[in-house]
């Protein structure tokens, strides 16, 4: 059973660039979180989705972010215009949403560099 | 809303020596409780977590934790720790009547063993 799948591993993008970060949950889970660690710090919640749904958006930056979870493939945090606050590591998490172990497993993470 | 602090930012110790990481957390609700564990550049792995009966939690690589609702804390342990415990340790809650089972970290503690 493979777990939670992260890619790409690293991503260098300039100033003013998309940045596209892809997330495949673990088999038979159908929730995904996503989570930024910026330099020195915890990580903090980003936005949690089911298939085709978004549940919570809380985390999210109002701009230039977005998050997608099709029916089909994998879980898509998407990143309009990158600027050097944007470098950090995301992660993303997936659970089955059993309510008796209410934690995640996470994957290695997209260490993203804005040059 | 929730918060949880680690106020040890680093913690130095020698191999074979005992350890405690703090934890302290704040929350109107009822929450669950995570530790986990980051090696460099990786993923978290999940340590141990506290849903409900015994608050000491036994996990795994020889950690426990106790958790204690009175003082509100979730403190980390290990009685004789090695090189390779070398890692950034994160606390987390989850409240436990939400919808979503986000989790709330703290800004982590780094555990370095010396030899």
């Known amino acids: 059973n493979a777990g939670v799948m992260q890619n790409p591993r690293h991503l260098v993008r300039r100033r003013g660039q998309e940045a596209r970060l892809r997330c495949s949950p673990m088999k038979g889970h159908s929730h995904v979180y996503w989570y930024r660690q910026l330099p020195e710090e915890g990580l903090k919640f980003m936005v949690y989705?089911?298939?085709?749904?978004?549940?919570?958006e809380s985390g999210m930056p109002k701009e230039r972010f977005s998050a997608e979870f099709p029916k089909e493939g994998p879980s898509i945090l998407r990143i309009q215009q990158v600027v050097r606050g944007d470098s950090a590591a995301y992660f993303c998490?997936?659970?089955?949403?059993?309510?008796?172990?209410?934690?995640?497993?996470f994957g290695q993470g997209t260490r993203l560099t804005v040059v | 809303a929730q918060s949880v602090t680690q106020l040890d930012s680093q913690v130095p110790v020698f191999e074979e020596a005992p350890v405690e990481l703090r934890c302290n957390y704040s929350s109107s609700v009822s929450v669950y409780l995570f530790w986990y564990v980051q090696y460099p550049n990786q993923g978290l792995q999940l340590l141990l977590k506290?849903?409900?009966?015994?608050?000491l939690v036994k996990g795994i690589n020889g950690f426990e934790a106790e958790f204690n609702k009175s003082q509100t804390s979730f403190h980390l342990r290990k009685p004789s720790v090695h090189i390779s415990d070398t890692a950034e340790y994160f606390c987390a809650v989850s409240d436990r009547s939400g919808a979503t089972n986000k989790l709330i970290f703290g800004t982590g503690t780094l555990l370095a063993v010396q030899p």
């Open positions: 998490a997936s659970s089955p949403y059993l309510r008796d172990t209410g934690f995640a497993f």
């Open positions: 989705l089911q298939k085709e749904n978004i549940i919570d």
């Open positions: 506290y849903l409900s009966g015994s608050t």
